[in-house]
């Protein structure tokens, strides 16, 4: 799986919208984009992925560069509940053992 | 409430101890996981299970033993434990294993070895 940089930290005021970027360099053509967010003690929790068209769910909208070198997750409005640590993740479409390789992602923090 | 159940969720044991963790889950998935997260570390893959057969044991010493019965339910023995395992021990599943499936992830267990 390519590897993924994220900044450790950010910091985001509530109700304003909260980008959190990702640089996959090194991805291939068919290597998929998956954000996940963690929150306090609980186990990941599924955001959004893509492959190269942007997509937007209930959750949170995903931006892919042209290139497919970077994303960002945008939450449009985020809240006090949306603090978090997001783990951007990139995977490849083939059968058998299925990995998510997870980095020690970015520490979103929601302020009032 | 992700469809996927884990017990216990606060576990204290002994080095000399045996206990189980017990993951299930009710989405009808047919592949399970099981993984690793220490203080300050990131999440890390232990075992993956497809329909009942492990296709992954990522170097995991053998003081860990999984068992997956059927495809609802995986557990992870624990026996003769050390300090450094203790950690929050989190089961997830997906229907399948493409990259496109989308892995659900249990509350965890959390582990405490004395």
């Known amino acids: 799986d390519a590897k993924t940089t994220q900044p450790p930290s950010m910091d985001c005021a509530e109700g304003r919208a909260a980008n959190l970027p990702c640089n996959h360099s090194?991805?291939?053509?068919?290597?998929?984009v998956y954000w996940y967010r963690q929150i306090h003690s609980q186990g990941p929790q599924y955001i959004i992925h893509?492959?190269?068209n942007n997509e937007t769910n209930e959750m949170a909208s995903l931006i892919i560069t042209e290139d497919r070198k970077s994303s960002t997750l945008i939450l449009p409005h985020a809240t006090l509940r949306d603090t978090a640590v997001y783990y951007c993740?990139?995977?490849?479409?083939?059968?058998?053992?299925?990995?998510?390789?997870f980095g020690q992602g970015t520490r979103l923090t929601i302020n009032p | 409430e992700t469809g996927v159940t884990q017990t216990p969720r606060h576990l204290v044991m002994g080095m000399t101890n045996k206990k189980s963790l017990k993951c299930e889950q009710h989405?009808?998935?047919?592949?399970m996981y099981w993984y690793k997260q220490s203080a300050k570390k990131p999440l890390e893959l232990m075992f993956v299970?497809?329909?009942?057969?492990?296709?992954e044991n990522n170097s995991v010493p053998s003081r860990f033993s999984p068992e997956c019965p059927n495809s609802s339910h995986l557990f992870l023995h624990l026996h003769t434990l050390q300090p450094e395992d203790s950690a929050l021990y989190l089961c997830?599943?997906?229907?399948?294993?493409?990259?496109?499936?989308?892995?659900?992830f249990g509350p965890g267990t959390r582990l405490l070895v004395l």
């Open positions: 989405l009808g998935h047919n592949a």
């Open positions: 993740i990139v995977r490849l479409p083939i059968q058998g053992a299925q990995k998510l390789v």
């Open positions: 893509g492959l190269k």
């Open positions: 090194t991805i291939s053509g068919n290597e998929y």
């Open positions: 299970y497809n329909f009942k057969e492990q296709t």
């Open positions: 997830a599943s997906s229907q399948g294993q493409g990259a496109r499936e989308t892995q659900y």
